[in-house]
């Protein structure tokens, strides 16, 4: 039986390392494709003075993927915002069991937005987004792929601490 915990521990933890270097290699690229489409329309307006105006569009598509796919990486990372007002007041078992509701209510909200989502999808894909070849389901679609990841990674969370420790196999 530990034997069965401790694969699964080193399949999680290669699952969760390969998923946080994809993560923080696509928040890098949305980062630079933000700087890279401001910059392009400063260039354009001031020194070339073309018609082109999907610039700030395209940072808007950007920037809301930024937010739904950095929430899963900023979970991973344990950096998220939290109140720590009555922290300093709770034993390791009171912290733990706080933070194990936290992480079971989140990844519920998650659920219910990503599956209220695909609706969303399906009437953005007929709404163009002005200037631009896209639709709102590409908007949409970063919403629906950042709450699944987010719920994906707070479950993951959940059973690491619902389980116990796993023990090196006895060989």
Not at 71 to 78: A, D, E, G, N, S
Not at 111 to 128: K, T
Request: charged share 15%; glycine share 6%.
């Amino acid at each position: 039986m530990s034997h069965e915990r401790s694969v699964y521990g080193r399949t999680a933890a290669v699952a969760e390392r390969l998923l946080r270097q994809v993560l923080c290699l696509v928040v890098f690229a949305l980062m630079v494709t933000i700087a890279a489409t401001m910059f392009a329309q400063a260039v354009d307006r001031y020194l070339i003075g073309s018609g082109f105006s999907a610039y700030d569009q395209l940072a808007k598509i950007a920037m809301i993927w930024l937010a739904f796919l950095g929430l899963p990486l900023v979970l991973m990372h344990r950096e998220n915002i939290a109140a720590d007002l009555l922290s300093d007041h709770l034993g390791d078992r009171a912290r733990k069991l706080r933070n194990l509701i936290f992480d079971i209510v989140m990844a519920a909200l998650a659920a219910i937005i990503l599956w209220h989502g695909r609706p969303v999808m399906r009437v953005g894909a007929f709404q163009d987004i002005i200037g631009t070849p896209f639709t709102y389901w590409s908007v949409y679609l970063g919403l629906n792929i950042g709450m699944a990841l987010t719920v994906v990674v707070l479950v993951a969370r959940i059973v690491a601490t619902v389980l116990p420790p796993a023990h090196k196999a006895e060989t």
